[in-house]
């Protein structure tokens, strides 16, 4: 492996920390003006900020961590609770830089991989939201890069820094699986590495990984394994299978969250394997990325994959897919990728600004969902004010996280209707509703004739709905029911 001698005339990392740091100060600005709310999987994340424990019904608990500490440093607002995105995508393109410098001895690979990886669309995007995707990149980055000076250092320190990163990754997202993965097989390829697998090294960086992990397993434990049993169900592979054309739906996705140049040039790189063989360094980097690409790929063929399911095979894409330009003198691909995703980022930012009186011009606005939740809120509290005694109830996930955020200076919180009696999701959990003889009951509803649940009541009566404009003509509608005389039944 070559070491990190290229370059040392120009200041690459200075270079690469002024670009990044700007660019995560422009995303900082645009969210401390951003008039959009929370989505409702973001909220969801909150609410658990104020519940912390070692696991939640769908993800492991560091998004609650990480928003618990932003929280405790700046306060409640949509803008404290987003900063650690584009402040941990800061990070992440400058462990990148240290894994290109590292595998191919250029300074310069690791500053456009970097740079490169910070402008990507997907990194855009979730800059201005918080997710679980997030705290995983930057963890399997330090990860890699741990690992990769691992292969040619003695030092334990690095293994202990890479079983650290990787528990932590488990901690953020169990994708973080696919970095075990990537790990055997680049001693699998590479018959250098692969006394790796069974030196102290690795057995330092084991220890590591699983003490970091071990309280989310025993929360599983402790909860008949609620989190693995809903990313097994997430799969969805018990359905009608073979569906071709997902399969290109997703494909097609990955240009917009790899970008459309550097998708290309990856699919180009992967089509000469055959032409062109790869060195070692491609081998590893291919290692990390392309069994990634190919299981989400048959999961998308055989039921459905979101776009983002990949997104850990982008670390090693970026440093590929850049360095194997920069060997070919192309750098003008490099930089004009980067400067198409800067210009994709730069309009993304002006329409999460939420300008008032400016709709994006899109047949179907996903931003559209953020706009409206403080008049929401504004709306449902004299009608909570007007029944104290009710037990205040939802029967939307998304709904009831949003409500739980827009209304968080109130200490009264709502419950949530178990349509079939098994939790499918935290709040049903958490948060089961339960009918009472005597019970009288404010349902906020997503829908417009929840009938399942006004069936369980003797009285139903329906209250005026609360309706906000949320732009392009749109309205968000909430129905409002109060209910009283529970019925006795079997289900619960």
């Given at each position: 492996m070559q070491t990190v001698t290229a370059d040392?005339?120009?200041?690459?990392?200075?270079?690469l920390l002024l670009a990044v740091g700007a660019l995560t100060?422009?995303?900082?600005?645009?969210?401390?003006?951003?008039?959009?709310?929370?989505?409702g999987d973001e909220a969801q994340y909150w609410s658990w900020s104020r519940d912390l424990a070692w696991g939640y019904y769908t993800k492991p608990p560091l998004i609650a961590f990480v928003i618990a500490a932003a929280e405790s440093v700046c306060g409640s607002g949509t803008a404290c609770i987003r900063a650690p995105s584009p402040l941990l995508h800061a990070g992440t393109a400058l462990a990148i830089f240290g894994i290109a410098a590292t595998l191919t001895g250029s300074r310069r690979a690791g500053f456009w991989s970097g740079l490169s990886f910070a402008t990507l669309p997907a990194v855009s995007l979730s800059s201005f939201l918080i997710s679980t995707d997030v705290p995983l990149l930057f963890l399997w980055a330090v990860a890699m890069l741990a690992f990769v000076r691992s292969l040619e250092s003695d030092s334990l320190g690095w293994p202990l820094l890479l079983g650290l990163a990787a528990g932590a990754g488990f901690l953020a997202k169990y994708a973080m699986a696919y970095f075990i993965l990537g790990m055997?097989?680049?001693?699998?390829?590479s018959p250098s590495h692969r006394s790796w697998l069974l030196s102290r090294k690795a057995l330092v960086a084991l220890v590591?990984?699983?003490a970091v992990f071990a309280p989310n397993l025993l929360w599983n434990v402790e909860s008949g394994w609620v989190t693995v049993t809903h990313v097994g169900q997430n799969t969805n592979l018990k359905g009608d299978l073979f569906h071709f054309g997902k399969m290109l739906e997703f494909v097609g996705s990955q240009a917009g969250v790899f970008g459309p140049v550097l998708f290309v040039v990856l699919l180009w790189r992967l089509a000469a394997l055959r032409r062109e063989r790869p060195g070692e360094t491609e081998k590893l980097l291919l290692a990390f990325c392309i069994?990634?690409?190919?299981i989400i790929t048959v999961q998308s063929f055989l039921s459905r994959a979101n776009a983002n399911w990949a997104a850990t095979a982008y670390v090693a894409a970026t440093i590929l897919t850049v360095a194997w330009l920069l060997r070919r003198n192309l750098l003008k691909i490099v930089a004009g990728g980067v400067a198409l995703n800067l210009?994709?980022?730069?309009?993304?930012?002006?329409f999460f600004l939420g300008l008032p009186g400016f709709?994006?011009?899109l047949k179907s606005d996903p931003l559209r969902r953020l706009r409206g939740w403080d008049a929401t809120a504004d709306q449902l509290r004299p009608v909570l004010a007007a029944h104290p005694g009710a037990v205040w109830l939802t029967e939307d996930r998304k709904t009831m996280a949003s409500l739980l955020y827009a209304l968080r200076d109130l200490e009264r919180r709502p419950l949530m209707w178990d349509y079939d009696g098994?939790?499918?999701?935290?709040?049903?959990?958490?948060?089961?509703?339960?009918?009472k003889p005597g019970d009288e009951v404010l349902l906020v509803a997503k829908w417009d004739n929840p009938f399942p649940i006004l069936e369980r009541f003797g009285t139903v009566d329906r209250l005026p709905a609360v309706e906000v404009d949320i732009g392009a003509g749109e309205t968000r509608r909430l129905h409002l029911f109060l209910l009283r005389n529970p019925l006795p039944s079997s289900a619960s």
């Open positions: 040392r005339d120009r200041p690459y990392f200075l270079w100060a422009a995303r900082i600005a645009v969210l401390g003006f951003s008039s959009l709310g929370l989505h055997v097989l680049v001693a699998l390829l590591a990984m699983l069994p990634v690409l190919l210009t994709a980022g730069a309009i993304l930012g002006f709709d994006p011009p098994h939790p499918d999701h935290h709040y049903e959990l958490t948060e089961r509703y339960l009918p």
